[in-house]
C-alpha cells in the first residue's frame, strides 16, 4: 500500500469521528464508575440496544434517523433504569466482583433477547438521508453523517458538562463521587443520584448506538467489543475525568484508524491496546487521572 | 489443636472428594461424559483455582485466557513440533505462561486492581493478533492436532486428576501459608500491608507467577483434552470463564473455583439438551430458525443473575449454611439425650 500525506490526513479524520462514538460511549460508563464505582461490561450492550431502538423507529415511524437518537436516548435510559433497581442495586456493598458478575450475565441476556427479536436484521444499516455525499477538500474526504456525528457528540459533551457542573443533581453527583458515605450525612439522597447517574450514562450509550447504526452495519453481537473499548478509553484518559476521556477517544480513535492503514484491519485492535499498555506502564494513573490514595 | 483437627477435616473431604471423582468412571460408561464432561470439569476446576488465587491478593485479571492459551500453544508445539514427551511439553508450557505473567506482571505492579485487568485483557488481544498472524508456527485461524500425555479417554482422565489434585493442592497450600497470609492483607488494604511491612509489588508478583503457572499448565491439559489447539483459546469467552466460576462457587475459597467448574461445564454440556423442548415457543419468535440456543442462554445470564443476588457469597455458602445447620442440629439432639 502507498502511503500518501492526504491518505494519512484522511485516515486521521476519520478516526477522530470513529472515535467520537467511543467518546460517547465512554464518557456514559465512566460517568457510572465514577460516580457508583461500578464495573458495567454489559454498557455495549445498551449501545446495540440503542441502534437497534432507532433503527425500528426510523423504519417503522419514518421519523428521520438522526431525531430516533432521542427516541433511542430516552428508551435505553428507560432500561438503565430497570438495571439499577432490579439488579445492580440488589449487590451493591457486597462484593466489588459482584457487580462485574452481574453485568457478564447482563450480556448473555441482552445479545440473545437481541438475536431473539431482531436476528432477521442481520448486519442492517440506519438508512441516514445524507447517505452516499461526502465533503472533499483537497484530496481529502469525508461523509456528511460522520461530520453530523462528530457534532452530535460535541452538543451531547456540551450538555453533560453543563449538567455536571451547573446543576444541583450535577453537584450531588460530583459529592457522591468524591464520598458516597459523606454525601449521605450532608443529606444528598445517594440512592436517587445513583439512580439519575445510570440513566444518564444509558442515555448517553442509547445516543451512541444510534450513530453506529447511522455509520456503521450492526447486529445482535456488536456490543462486546465497543465495552472493551471504552474501557481502554477511560483507562487512558484516566478514570473519573470527562476531558480525559474526550482525549483518550480521539487517540484510540486515532490509534485504530492508523493500525488499519498502516498494517491492515487485523492489527488494528493490537495496537489500539498495545497504546493502552504504554500510557499505563508510563503513568499508571491514566493521561488525566487524579493521584491514586 | 482445634486448627489441626480443621485442617486434618479439610483434608479428609479433600482425599474423600478425589476418591468419588476416581471412581466415578466405573459407574460412568459414556466415553463423551468422562471425556468432554468430568475431564474438562477437571481442567477447568485448576484453571478457575489460579483466577482464584490472584484474586485473593486483589488483582484481577480478564485476560486469563492469554495464559491458557501461552500453555496450551507451547505444550502443543514442544510435543508435536520438537518431538518432547507431552508431560514436559506440559511442564514447560506452564514454566513459559509464568515467565510471561513475570513480565506482564512487572509492567503493571504499580497498576490498581482495574487497570491491571484491562492491561491483561489488552495483552489477550494483542496475543491473538500474533498468533493468527504468525501462521507457519501456530497454524494461523486454523490450529493444529495435538497429542496428549496418556492416550485414551479414561487413562487420560485419571493423568488430568492426578494433575489437578497436586495443582489445586499446591494453590491450597499457598493460600493457607505465610505467603497466602500476605496476599491477602494486599487484598484488603494495600497501603496497610505495606505500613506492616509487606513487601506488597514482591508479594504481587508471586500471586501473578504462581496464577499463571497453573493456569498455563491447564491450558496444556485442555488443549490435550480436545486433541486441538486453536487461537479461538484466546478468546475473551475463556477470560471470563474463571471469574463465572469462581464467583458463582465463592470467591477465595478452596471449593468455590471447583463447584463453579462442576455447575458450568455441567450446564453448557447438559444444557443443550433441553433445545428440543423449548422448540413450542418458536412461532412467538418469527425468522429465528433455531429458537433452542438464544432462549436457553437468556435463562442462563438470569440465572447467573439470581444466584448473584440471592447468594453473594456464592453457592459455596449455601452449603456451608447447610453445613452448620446438620451440625447444630446433631449437637442438639447429643444434648437433648444427656439430660
Same mark, same amino acid.
Given at each position: 500500500?502507498?502511503?500518501?500525506?492526504?491518505?494519512?490526513?484522511?485516515?486521521?479524520?476519520?478516526?477522530?469521528?470513529?472515535?467520537?462514538?467511543?467518546?460517547? /460511549?465512554?464518557?456514559?460508563? #465512566?460517568?457510572?464508575?465514577?460516580?457508583?464505582?461500578?464495573?458495567?461490561?454489559?454498557?455495549?450492550?445498551?449501545?446495540? +440496544?440503542?441502534?437497534?431502538?432507532?433503527?425500528?423507529?426510523?423504519?417503522?415511524?419514518? /421519523?428521520?434517523?438522526?431525531?430516533?437518537?432521542?427516541?433511542?436516548?430516552?428508551? +435505553?435510559?428507560?432500561?438503565?433504569?430497570?438495571?439499577?433497581?432490579?439488579?445492580?442495586?440488589?449487590?451493591?456493598?457486597?462484593?466489588?466482583?459482584?457487580?462485574?458478575?452481574?453485568?457478564?450475565?447482563?450480556?448473555? +441476556?441482552?445479545?440473545?433477547?437481541?438475536?431473539?427479536?431482531?436476528?432477521? #436484521?442481520?448486519?442492517?444499516?440506519?438508512?441516514?438521508?445524507?447517505?452516499?455525499?461526502?465533503?472533499?477538500?483537497?484530496?481529502?474526504?469525508?461523509?456528511?453523517?460522520?461530520?453530523?456525528?462528530?457534532?452530535? +457528540?460535541?452538543?451531547?459533551?456540551?450538555?453533560?458538562?453543563?449538567?455536571?457542573?451547573?446543576?444541583?443533581?450535577?453537584?450531588?453527583?460530583?459529592?457522591?463521587?468524591?464520598?458516597?458515605?459523606?454525601?449521605?450525612?450532608?443529606?444528598? #439522597?445517594?440512592?436517587?443520584?445513583?439512580?439519575?447517574?445510570?440513566?444518564?450514562?444509558?442515555?448517553?450509550?442509547?445516543?451512541?448506538?444510534?450513530?453506529?447504526?447511522?455509520?456503521?452495519?450492526? #447486529?445482535?453481537?456488536?456490543?462486546?467489543?465497543?465495552?472493551?473499548?471504552?474501557?481502554?478509553?477511560?483507562?487512558?484518559?484516566?478514570?473519573?475525568?470527562?476531558?480525559?476521556?474526550?482525549?483518550?477517544?480521539?487517540?484510540?480513535?486515532?490509534?485504530?484508524?492508523?493500525?488499519?492503514?498502516?498494517?491492515?484491519?487485523?492489527?488494528?485492535?493490537?495496537?489500539?491496546?498495545?497504546?493502552?499498555?504504554?500510557?499505563?506502564?508510563?503513568?499508571?494513573?491514566? /493521561?488525566?487521572?487524579?493521584?491514586?490514595? | 489443636?482445634? &486448627?489441626?483437627?480443621?485442617?486434618?477435616?479439610?483434608?479428609?473431604?479433600?482425599?474423600?472428594?478425589?476418591?468419588?471423582?476416581?471412581?466415578?468412571?466405573?459407574?460412568?460408561?459414556?466415553?463423551?461424559?468422562?471425556?468432554?464432561?468430568?475431564?474438562?470439569?477437571?481442567?477447568?476446576?485448576?484453571?478457575?483455582?489460579?483466577?482464584?488465587?490472584?484474586?485473593? !491478593?486483589?488483582?484481577?485479571?480478564?485476560?486469563?485466557?492469554?495464559?491458557?492459551?501461552?500453555?496450551? *500453544?507451547? !505444550?502443543?508445539?514442544? @510435543?508435536?513440533?520438537?518431538?518432547?514427551?507431552?508431560?514436559?511439553?506440559?511442564?514447560?508450557?506452564?514454566?513459559?505462561?509464568?515467565?510471561?505473567?513475570?513480565?506482564?506482571?512487572? @509492567?503493571?505492579?504499580?497498576?490498581?486492581?482495574?487497570?491491571?485487568?484491562?492491561?491483561?485483557?489488552?495483552? %489477550?488481544? &494483542?496475543?491473538?493478533?500474533?498468533?493468527?498472524?504468525?501462521?507457519?508456527?501456530?497454524?494461523?485461524?486454523?490450529?493444529?492436532?495435538?497429542?496428549?500425555?496418556?492416550?485414551?479417554?479414561?487413562?487420560?482422565?485419571?493423568?488430568?486428576?492426578?494433575?489437578?489434585?497436586?495443582?489445586?493442592?499446591?494453590?491450597?497450600?499457598?493460600?493457607? %501459608?505465610?505467603?497466602?497470609?500476605?496476599?491477602?492483607? &494486599?487484598?484488603?488494604?494495600?497501603?496497610?500491608?505495606?505500613? &506492616?511491612?509487606?513487601?506488597?509489588?514482591?508479594?504481587?508478583?508471586?500471586?501473578?507467577?504462581?496464577?499463571? *503457572?497453573?493456569?498455563?499448565?491447564?491450558?496444556?491439559?485442555?488443549?490435550?483434552?480436545?486433541?486441538?489447539?486453536?487461537?479461538?483459546?484466546?478468546?475473551?469467552?475463556?477470560?471470563?470463564?474463571?471469574?463465572?466460576?469462581?464467583?458463582?462457587?465463592?470467591?477465595?475459597?478452596?471449593?468455590?473455583?471447583?463447584?463453579?467448574?462442576?455447575?458450568?461445564?455441567?450446564?453448557?454440556?447438559?444444557?443443550?439438551?433441553?433445545?428440543?423442548?423449548?422448540?413450542?415457543?418458536?412461532?412467538? *419468535?418469527?425468522?429465528? %430458525?433455531?429458537?433452542?440456543?438464544?432462549?436457553?442462554?437468556?435463562?442462563?445470564?438470569?440465572?447467573?443473575?439470581?444466584?448473584?443476588?440471592?447468594?453473594?457469597?456464592?453457592?459455596?455458602?449455601?452449603?456451608?449454611?447447610?453445613?452448620?445447620?446438620?451440625?447444630?442440629?446433631?449437637?442438639?439432639?447429643?444434648?437433648?439425650?444427656?439430660?
Amino acid at each position: 500500500m502507498i502511503v500518501t500525506p492526504s491518505g494519512l490526513a484522511e485516515t486521521l479524520l476519520w478516526g477522530v469521528a470513529n472515535g467520537c462514538i467511543y467518546i460517547l /460511549l465512554a464518557t456514559g460508563l #465512566n460517568l457510572i464508575f465514577g460516580v457508583m464505582k461500578l464495573v458495567n461490561f454489559a454498557h455495549g450492550q445498551l449501545l446495540m +440496544v440503542g441502534a437497534f431502538i432507532a433503527y425500528e423507529t426510523t423504519t417503522i415511524t419514518g /421519523l428521520n434517523p438522526y431525531m430516533s437518537i432521542l427516541v433511542a436516548m430516552g428508551s +435505553v435510559a428507560l432500561i438503565g433504569i430497570g438495571l439499577e433497581k432490579f439488579a445492580f442495586r440488589k449487590v451493591r456493598g457486597t462484593e466489588k466482583l459482584n457487580e462485574i458478575f452481574i453485568s457478564l450475565g447482563l450480556i448473555y +441476556v441482552f445479545q440473545n433477547l437481541a438475536t431473539l427479536l431482531w436476528v432477521k #436484521n442481520y448486519n442492517i444499516r440506519i438508512p441516514s438521508p445524507l447517505e452516499g455525499l461526502s465533503l472533499s477538500l483537497g484530496g481529502v474526504s469525508i461523509n456528511y453523517d460522520r461530520i453530523l456525528a462528530m457534532v452530535i +457528540v460535541l452538543i451531547i459533551l456540551i450538555g453533560l458538562v453543563f449538567l455536571t457542573r451547573k446543576t444541583k443533581i450535577g453537584l450531588a453527583m460530583r459529592a457522591t463521587s468524591q464520598k458516597s458515605d459523606a454525601s449521605m450525612l450532608m443529606g444528598i #439522597n445517594v440512592g436517587k443520584v445513583y439512580f439519575i447517574t445510570f440513566a444518564v450514562g444509558a442515555a448517553l450509550a442509547g445516543a451512541a448506538g444510534a450513530l453506529y447504526g447511522i455509520l456503521f452495519q450492526f #447486529n445482535p453481537a456488536i456490543g462486546a467489543l465497543p465495552t472493551i473499548k471504552a474501557f481502554a478509553i477511560i483507562i487512558i484518559g484516566g478514570l473519573g475525568s470527562i476531558p480525559g476521556a474526550v482525549i483518550g477517544g480521539l487517540l484510540y480513535g486515532i490509534a485504530e484508524n492508523t493500525a488499519a492503514y498502516l498494517l491492515g484491519g487485523i492489527w488494528q485492535d493490537a495496537i489500539a491496546f498495545a497504546l493502552l499498555i504504554a500510557v499505563l506502564v508510563i503513568r499508571p494513573t491514566g /493521561l488525566f487521572g487524579e493521584k491514586g490514595e | 489443636m482445634m &486448627i489441626d483437627s480443621f485442617r486434618s477435616r479439610k483434608l479428609y473431604y479433600a482425599l474423600a472428594a478425589v476418591a468419588v471423582v476416581a471412581v466415578l468412571p466405573l459407574f460412568v460408561r459414556s466415553e463423551y461424559v468422562v471425556g468432554s464432561v468430568f475431564t474438562l470439569m477437571i481442567i477447568f476446576a485448576v484453571y478457575a483455582s489460579s483466577w482464584n488465587l490472584l484474586a485473593y !491478593s486483589g488483582q484481577g485479571s480478564l485476560g486469563h485466557a492469554a495464559f491458557l492459551g501461552i500453555g496450551g *500453544f507451547a !505444550s502443543a508445539l514442544l @510435543a508435536t513440533k520438537m518431538g518432547l514427551p507431552p508431560i514436559i511439553g506440559l511442564l514447560l508450557g506452564g514454566l513459559l505462561s509464568a515467565g510471561i505473567g513475570l513480565l506482564i506482571g512487572l @509492567a503493571c505492579v504499580r497498576l490498581k486492581a482495574w487497570f491491571l485487568a484491562m492491561v491483561t485483557f489488552g495483552f %489477550s488481544v &494483542i496475543a491473538v493478533t500474533i498468533i493468527s498472524q504468525l501462521d507457519p508456527i501456530f497454524g494461523g485461524m486454523i490450529g493444529f492436532p495435538t497429542t496428549p500425555i496418556v492416550q485414551g479417554v479414561v487413562p487420560f482422565y485419571y493423568a488430568t486428576l492426578a494433575i489437578a489434585a497436586i495443582s489445586i493442592g499446591a494453590i491450597f497450600l499457598v493460600m493457607r %501459608s505465610k505467603l497466602g497470609l500476605a496476599f491477602k492483607a &494486599i487484598r484488603e488494604n494495600e497501603l496497610e500491608a505495606k505500613m &506492616i511491612g509487606i513487601n506488597t509489588g514482591k508479594y504481587r508478583l508471586l500471586a501473578f507467577i504462581i496464577s499463571t *503457572f497453573f493456569a498455563g499448565l491447564a491450558g496444556g491439559l485442555y488443549v490435550e483434552s480436545i486433541l486441538f489447539v486453536q487461537v479461538a483459546i484466546f478468546e475473551p469467552y475463556f477470560s471470563f470463564l474463571p471469574l463465572i466460576m469462581a464467583v458463582i462457587g465463592g470467591l477465595s475459597t478452596m471449593e468455590g473455583p471447583i463447584i463453579g467448574s462442576v455447575i458450568i461445564v455441567s450446564i453448557d454440556s447438559f444444557l443443550p439438551l433441553t433445545d428440543k423442548y423449548l422448540q413450542p415457543l418458536s412461532p412467538l *419468535f418469527p425468522g429465528v %430458525s433455531n429458537v433452542g440456543p438464544p432462549l436457553r442462554l437468556v435463562g442462563l445470564g438470569l440465572f447467573l443473575i439470581l444466584v448473584v443476588i440471592f447468594l453473594p457469597k456464592g453457592i459455596t455458602s449455601l452449603l456451608h449454611k447447610a453445613y452448620d445447620y446438620f451440625r447444630e442440629d446433631t449437637s442438639k439432639a447429643k444434648k437433648n439425650g444427656k439430660t
